[in-house]
């Protein structure tokens, strides 16, 4: 399915059915194989579908989607759990002072924001900055999971419990799962702590800890290919 309109329509029509039958917890990653329900689309194609999205209650306090920036080709994609304030006023993700803290944490193994992808499991800011429920990932999710498969990344790095837990389909909390790999359709994934964390948590050990993860989903890009 290569035509963007037909890719529109199967996207539309997932986002609908979950929300058709209910669905509140979804694990879309767990299963071997995996099924790939939302086919390979460019990302112009997927913000499009998403459009004026009303499909959860994310949607009543937001003031911008935020979608996800980045090259579109990236090797390295990071993964965090929804925008906060200043990302819904600017309507771009990591732009406040936990976006400079990830900034940082780009740097530190050598590569610039512009030459990764950054995005969010739910496109509008959750009230408070609490954690996206469970319906909310449900229905958001998938516009993540496409946004994968047409950056297709070598390596993800998911940032803190919520992202984690729906690329891996797992229960576990971040400090289990932080530097042991796992994998999201095939994409080695290295989770490690939200930059929000590090900021609230600014020990030199949580920063040693960090950087290993970060040097690891490094040095997976440099093995060769
Ligand atoms: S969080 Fe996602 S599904 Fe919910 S309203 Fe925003 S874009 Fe739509």
Known sequence: MSDPADVR?????WVGYLGDIGVRELDLRAAEPEPRVVPVAGLAAIRETIGDCRRCKLCEARTNIVFGVGDPHAR????????GADEDARGEPFVGRAGQKLNEMIRSIGLQREQVYI??????????????????VATCSPFLFAQIEAI????????????TKTLLGTRAGITALRGKWGSFRG???????????LLRAYTV??????????KAARARLDEPR
């Open 205 to 214: 050990e949580n920063r040693k800890l960090v950087f290993e993860d970060l």
């Open 187 to 197: 994409i080695p994934v290295m989770p490690t702590f939200h930059p929000a964390y």
């Open 119 to 136: 995005a969010n499991v739910v496109k509008c800011r959750p009230p408070g900055n609490r954690d996206p429920e469970p319906d909310e």
């Open 152 to 163: 297709a990344p070598e390596v993800i790095v998911t940032l803190g419990s919520p992202a």
């Open 9 to 13: 329509r199967a996207l539309a029509s």
């Open 76 to 83: 390295l994609m990071f993964v965090g759990e929804g925008p």
